[in-house]
């Protein structure tokens, strides 16, 4: 049994570029999440699927932010037009959710640099 | 608004010894507690959870602690390893009729390092 899995790890950009991660969860696992993690603090939550419906968006997700899980397996989080604010790890988790408890395995994080 | 805190930036202990990390919340719907441990460059590592209905949970080297009245969890090491030395974050989240919301709310973590 694979982990979470995330490509690339790293992605430079110039300020006023699109870019796209992938995220590729534990086979089986019905949710997906994404979170982002900026120096100095914890994981801040940004959306989550439940097979491919998109159940949760966090304020911070700007228009310029959308992501998708089409077949309910991998999922992809592209940021539009990207700024030096978007500079951050960004993270992936999948769960096998089955009830009342919920717990979330991460994948490595791609961290992105906006120049 | 910091619904989960973890008010110590650093913690630093000798080998063999016990590690005491501390976390806070504020939300009281929150029912499902978690710890995770973070190296550099790689996402955060599943160590131990505890629900609402329990007040300890121990696997191997680590315990979690959840006092509900005073909205307070912690995680003991013993004893504590070099390769224990690590950033440990608390998570909280909540359930509705059964149902887990999802999303996890972080404390801001705890540089630990153990020392030989």
């Known amino acids: 049994d694979t982990g979470v899995s995330q490509d690339p790890r790293h992605k430079i950009t110039k300020r006023g570029q699109n870019v796209t991660f992938r995220c590729d969860p534990i086979s089986e696992h019905n949710r997906l999440y994404w979170y982002r993690q900026t120096l100095g603090q914890g994981p801040e939550f940004l959306t989550y699927?439940?097979?491919?419906?998109?159940?949760?968006k966090s304020r911070l997700l700007s228009d310029r932010f959308s992501a998708e899980r089409p077949k309910g397996s991998f999922s992809t989080l592209e940021i539009q037009r990207t700024e030096q604010g978007d500079s951050a790890m960004y993270l992936c988790?999948?769960?096998?959710?089955?009830?009342?408890?919920?717990?979330?395995?991460f994948g490595p994080g791609t961290r992105l640099t906006v120049l | 608004d910091q619904q989960v805190k973890q008010n110590s930036p650093s913690l630093s202990v000798q080998e063999g010894r016990i590690s005491i990390l501390n976390c806070d919340y504020t939300n009281s719907m929150f029912d499902y507690f978690l710890w995770y441990k973070k190296y550099p460059a790689e996402g955060p590592t599943f160590l131990i959870s505890i629900s609402s209905i329990k007040d300890k949970n121990e696997d191997g080297r680590f315990t979690v602690f959840l006092n509900k009245s005073a909205k307070h969890l912690s995680l003991h090491i013993v004893p504590s390893q070099p390769g224990d030395s690590a950033v440990y974050f608390c998570?909280?989240?909540?359930?509705?009729?059964?149902?887990?919301?999802?999303?996890?709310?972080f404390g801001q973590g705890t540089i630990l390092t153990v020392h030989p």
């Open positions: 699927f439940q097979n491919e419906a998109q159940l949760e």
């Open positions: 998570a909280a989240s909540a359930t509705a009729g059964g149902t887990s919301y999802g999303k996890l709310t």
């Open positions: 988790a999948s769960s096998s959710w089955g009830g009342s408890t919920d717990t979330q395995y």
